[in-house]
């Protein structure tokens, strides 16, 4: 089953906290206390709505990182992997993600995202021989 996350931005307890749902089960994480891993990740965006807001409306929900698992890993019990380059999203700025050259990267594929506190990074993904 498909896991959906995002950036909270509504009103209430979890505002500011990363929305984690799989299926009808949502979860919230403080970007603060957690590393959120997102394999075989794909960056979604609804570009109308985005567009939308770029032109003024208000902000809603049009935007996430669709993938097949999230692990949760508390932050200082592990070290930061070294960024190969950052996911940004702010529909104010530009009508869809983009990376840290600036390029549309709206329906991308990686391998593995990570959150950092509220950055989304795509880490270097260095592999060990044995």
């Not at 505002?15 to 957690?34: A, F, H, I, L, S």
């Not at 208000?58 to 070294?82: H, N």
């Not at 009508?95 to 990570?114: C, E, G, V």
Request: aromatic share 10%; hydrophobic share 30%.
């Amino acid at each position: 089953m498909t896991t959906k996350v995002r950036f909270h931005l509504a009103n209430g307890p979890n505002k500011y906290r990363w929305q984690v749902r799989t299926g009808d089960e949502v979860e919230y994480y403080d970007p603060e206390d957690v590393i959120l891993e997102m394999h075989n990740a794909v960056l979604r965006n609804q570009r109308g709505t985005a567009e939308r807001i770029l032109r003024g409306d208000d902000k809603t929900v049009c935007a996430w990182v669709e993938c097949d698992s999230v692990i949760v890993k508390p932050r200082g019990q592990f070290s930061v992997p070294d960024v190969k380059s950052f996911c940004h999203y702010n529909p104010k700025r530009r009508a869809h993600w983009f990376n840290s050259k600036r390029q549309d990267i709206d329906n991308t594929t990686h391998p593995m995202l990570a959150t950092f506190g509220r950055l989304i990074i795509q880490p270097e993904i260095t592999k060990t021989h044995a």
